[in-house]
Nanobody, 121 residues
């Protein structure tokens, strides 16, 4: 089974920056897209950013202009550069990957266990 491992979370002051990383455990896979979701305490998980195999990107309006996403296809990794962080960015950030499967027409979604980002002064 494909496993996703996130890293890079931590405590940062408002206006600061963090870079999140996510690495897939299996290298012999075809990843169609990778992205990030987040879940704040007491709230539902929400979309943050995604990058496709063709390097098309999309961002939530709340992070557009502050966050950037990039992908390393060779290493099956995705990165989220978070700048000008705000207290409302505080959440557990989850990596997501859409992996091609021979038995599925669309693919299979995989999720990491999450990394905590806390933005506080």
């Amino acid at each position: 089974q494909v496993q996703l491992v996130e890293s890079g979370g931590g405590l940062v002051q408002p206006g600061g920056s963090l870079r999140l990383s996510c690495v897939a455990s299996e290298s012999k896979i075809s990843i169609l897209a990778m992205g990030w979701y987040r879940q704040a305490p007491g709230r539902e998980r929400e979309f943050v950013a995604v990058i496709t195999k063709g390097n098309t990107t999309n961002f939530a309006e709340s992070v557009r202009g502050r966050f950037t996403i990039s992908r390393d296809s060779t290493e099956n990794s995705v990165y989220l550069q978070m700048n000008n962080l705000k207290p409302e960015d505080t959440a557990v950030y989850y990596c997501n990957a859409l992996v091609a499967e021979s038995t599925l027409s669309y693919g299979q979604d995989y999720w990491g266990k999450g990394t905590l980002v806390t933005v506080s002064s």
